[in-house]
């Protein structure tokens, strides 16, 4: 009975890894994201290739704070294979977010058994906003999987004592935060599971020893692959360190230190509920989130062995904590290093109604069900590709065309991009293009990405043509392309 159970769990297991790759491999090079932050990264990966070291990574949107440089060494290998096309690096993070399904899976195991793994893995697999993240290139996309590796790590040093594992836990602490800083809501876990360690074996000198020798082997990874940073504010007046310092002390704008003051309680937990588990339908997300609550808190009770549900609820804690004490505007992205926790929450609480009376296994039949639904009917693949790489390329090949091989400027106006993504073709297909502050040519094009009127606009690279004239005009599905002269 035993070998059924099992050779059916391993089916489930394997078709809900297949959907999950499916989905984020669908027309992938029709849907990823290929706008000014992706053309800026590849351009410096494609220079990367060529023997150019990274130091830092890219600048955050609030705070002027760096990231560090690993997403790029990351994809670089992607870049490589792929011959430069962006595709590669964008199928390598749907191969990682297919992993951190499969990882999920496996921890869940582990922790929870059967029904909450498999319920957890199916969820991530078919959340619209785990796709949308898992087919573009962009650094805070793999940040779920890293955020896994640290929290599987520092158990494994906690419940089996593997002291081995805290290198583990440093090395992808270090890969999260240098996807995007909110991973430093990662430290409170790993921190309180270390000093528990600590605790545990404080009268054991043997493995106190082996646990102080690993921690500061684990601290020595940590520092350095975070050691570029410290390279670059030593070279740049600690840049990095100034910007972390006003992000965290001017708390007018940026952190509520004291969260009992706070008025995003209900905001954050709304909009958690309806993007990870509602599958961003905003329907009822405070009752489906206490049942959740409710289910899980009845699943803690009948629990004898409650260690791995206590991690969980610790992560799920300081993560949310630090989410509502923000003050700026949160951003799905933003809590990627709790995608995994937040299924494994769901998984489990769902589990408990299928597992006990009738009354309660219907209800779960019909939750899941439901959540199951609105995954599958606000699936990002049953929208029209947006087709963003394949227009940028089309343009740029528009424009080396009608530039008839002589120098020209160019320029972009658009009020949510900017104009790495061309950059990165034009410069690829050897166009004869030149920055407006280097040279000012005989000829310019414009890029409207939206209504515009290029002749005297203020966008740089248009206003430093100067006086111009339009001399023609093309379009490119909703572009416009312009071609300008200066009048004389």
């Known amino acids: 009975m035993e070998k059924i159970k099992l050779r059916w769990e391993t089916i489930a297991l394997v078709v809900i890894l297949l959907i999950a790759l499916g989905l984020r491999l669908y ?26 070291l990274v130091f830092i990574g890219p600048m955050t949107s609030i705070g002027d704070m760096y990231l560090g440089p690993l997403y790029y060494y990351l994809i670089a290998p992607a870049l490589f294979l792929s011959s430069g096309s962006p595709v590669g690096p964008a199928v390598m993070i749907a191969l ?15 922790w929870f058994g059967r029904f909450p793994a498999l319920i957890a893995a199916l969820l991530f697999a078919l959340s619209p906003v785990a796709i949308i993240y898992s087919r573009s290139s962009w650094n805070p996309n793999p940040m779920p999987f890293f955020a896994l590796i640290s929290i599987w790590a520092i158990d494994e040093v906690w419940q089996k004592k593997k002291f081995a594992y805290l290198s583990l836990a440093g090395v992808s602490l270090a890969a999260a935060l240098q996807m995007h800083y909110l991973g430093l809501l990662l430290v409170p876990t790993l921190g309180i599971y270390w000093l528990l360690t600590l605790r545990a074996v404080w009268q054991k000198p043997k493995e106190k ?23 670059f504010d030593l070279k740049h007046n600690a840049m990095n360190f100034n910007a972390f310092r006003a992000f965290f002390t001017d708390r007018q704008t940026t952190i509520n230190l004291n969260p009992v003051r706070s008025d995003r309680f209900g905001l954050i937990f709304d909009q958690v509920v309806s993007d990870l588990i509602l599958g961003r339908a905003a329907l009822y997300p405070l009752l489906v989130g206490l049942i959740l609550l409710i289910g899980f808190v009845l699943a803690v009770r009948q629990t004898k062995n409650r260690t791995a549900y206590y991690l969980l609820a610790t992560w799920l804690f300081f993560g949310s904590l630090g989410l509502i004490v923000y003050k700026q505007h949160v951003y799905v992205h933003y809590y990627g290093f709790m995608y995994p926790a937040i299924y494994l929450f769901t998984g489990i609480s ?12 219907l209800f779960g039949v019909a939750l899941l069900s ?12 049953r929208l029209e590709p947006n087709r963003q790489l394949a227009r940028t390329e089309q343009v740029v ?4 065309k009608e ?44 890029v409207c990405e939206d209504t515009c009127q290029p002749e005297g606009n203020p966008a740089y690279q248009v206003a430093i043509f100067g006086i111009a004239k ?19």
């Not at 992993?99 to 582990?110: P, Y």
């Open 27 to 52: 027309r992938i090079d029709g849907y990823l994201t290929f706008l000014g932050d992706e053309g800026r990264d590849v351009r410096i990966v494609r220079d990367l290739l060529a023997g150019n």
């Open 96 to 110: 990682l977010m297919t992993a951190t399904v499969g990882l999920t899976w496996s921890l869940a195991r582990s």
């Open 209 to 231: 020893l082996s646990l102080i020798k690993h921690t500061l082997i684990a601290v020595l990874i940590f520092f350095l692959l975070m050691s570029p940073l410290l390279l």
């Open 350 to 361: 769902i589990s408990y109604f299928l597992t006990r009376r009738l009354p309660f296994r």
């Open 370 to 381: 439901w959540l199951v639904y609105l995954n599958i009917i606000n699936s990002p693949v």
């Open 397 to 400: 090949d528009l424009i080396i």
């Open 403 to 446: 530039s008839t091989g002589e120098p020209f400027n160019f320029g972009l106006i658009a009020k949510q991009n900017y104009d790495e993504s061309y950059r990165y073709f034009l410069e690829n297909k050897k166009a004869n293009m030149i920055r407006g502050e280097d040279k000012v040519t005989d000829q310019l094009f414009v």
């Open 470 to 488: 339009t001399v023609n005009e093309w379009r490119v599905d909703s572009i416009r392309i312009y071609r300008l002269v200066h009048k004389i």
